[in-house]
């Protein structure tokens, strides 16, 4: 199988890399400066050159709250980059598969979403991702997957920030009123591998990390992980807080835990364990 990897630098993107390599796939892993996805006429040379079996999109404008004021460069690379990719895709019958978030869901569910319900995104971000996702529906073979709080060893994510702060803080005043799935995307990486080669039908899946929680029990887990890891960490005292005590220019949702049944039934594909997940990858990031 020949796959092009979108966005190769990003967590998703490198995590897709590990992946894929010593697999008998052909990887072409494609960065913004190899790539840029809203340069339709570069996509379109680039796809047509290689001639890919799959696409997998892990490009996108991923500051949710920059993207407030930095609307147009969202909408460019969320939405219509992902038509130029959808179109790209078609030229060579290729199978396009694009991810998607959480964030278009506006939180307000008391239970784990799924694929059909109502989406109503609260800022920029997600009505961007949610327009990606009709671009993404123009490619004849299509795979959207939806995920949600993405970590890992790489890139910027909540994990490193915590550990980062842990290092220059005593104590933390941390989010506990916003519930979601930790995902590793080392998990999602896996997962949309597996998709390109399982061929469900086309359409929206959700996949996530498994226990839902607070950012306050994310942490506590990350930083009880890192303890356990390395005898010198500096434990921060913990406070949980309020979303009203640390205000975002965007509202987050307050639920968006995500329901991977379909996924399960159609493709065979569980849910990550962000819990398993946890040691590695903060041994990673603690350089042990
Ligand atoms: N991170 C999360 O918590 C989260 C949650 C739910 C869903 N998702 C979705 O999961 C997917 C992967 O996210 P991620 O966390 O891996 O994101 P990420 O680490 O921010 O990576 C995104 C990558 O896209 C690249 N990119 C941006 N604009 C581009 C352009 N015009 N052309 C080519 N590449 C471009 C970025 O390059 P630069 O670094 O040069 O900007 C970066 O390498 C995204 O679709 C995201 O919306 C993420």
Redesign the pocket.
């Known amino acids: 199988m020949k796959v092009v990897i979108?966005?190769a630098?990003?967590?998703?993107?490198q995590c897709l890399q590990d992946r894929l390599s010593n697999t008998p796939n052909k990887v072409f892993p494609l960065?913004?400066r190899g790539?840029?996805?809203?340069d339709t006429e570069a996509v379109l040379d680039h796809i047509v050159a290689i001639d890919p079996d799959v696409i997998i999109?892990?490009?996108?404008?991923?500051a949710v709250d920059k993207a407030e004021s930095d609307t147009e460069a969202a909408w460019a690379?969320?939405a219509k980059?992902v038509e130029n990719l959808a179109s790209a895709a078609n030229n060579v019958s290729a199978l396009f598969v694009h991810?998607?978030?959480?964030?278009v869901f506006d939180g307000s569910s008391s239970s784990p979403y799924k694929e059909a319900d109502p989406v109503n995104p609260t800022g920029v971000y997600g009505a961007s991702?949610l327009a990606g996702e009709k671009a993404a529906q123009q490619a004849e073979r299509h795979i959207i997957v939806r995920?949600?709080?993405?970590f890992s060893e790489?890139?910027?994510?909540f994990l490193k920030t915590m550990v980062r702060l842990a290092g220059e803080r005593d104590s933390l005043s941390i989010v506990n009123d916003q519930t979601g799935t930790p995902t590793y995307?080392g998990d999602l990486a896996a997962a949309l591998v597996h998709l390109s080669e399982a061929l469900p039908a086309n359409g929206v899946y959700h996949f996530s990390g498994g226990e839902a929680c607070t950012w306050f029990d994310f942490a506590r887990a990350i930083f009880a992980t890192c303890e356990e890891l390395s005898e010198g960490f500096n434990m921060p005292q913990l406070t949980p807080i309020s979303s009203s005590e640390f205000p975002t220019p965007v509202r987050r949702p307050a639920y968006s835990v995500l329901d991977g049944q379909r996924l399960k039934e159609e493709a065979s594909v569980s849910a990550g364990d962000w819990r398993i997940a946890l040691l590695p990858v903060c041994k990673k990031v603690l350089s042990l």
């Open positions: 979108t966005g630098d990003g967590q998703l993107g960065s913004r790539l840029d996805i809203t999109n892990a490009a996108a404008y991923t690379v969320n980059a991810v998607s978030t959480d964030y991702k995920t949600a709080w993405v790489y890139g910027h994510n995307a």
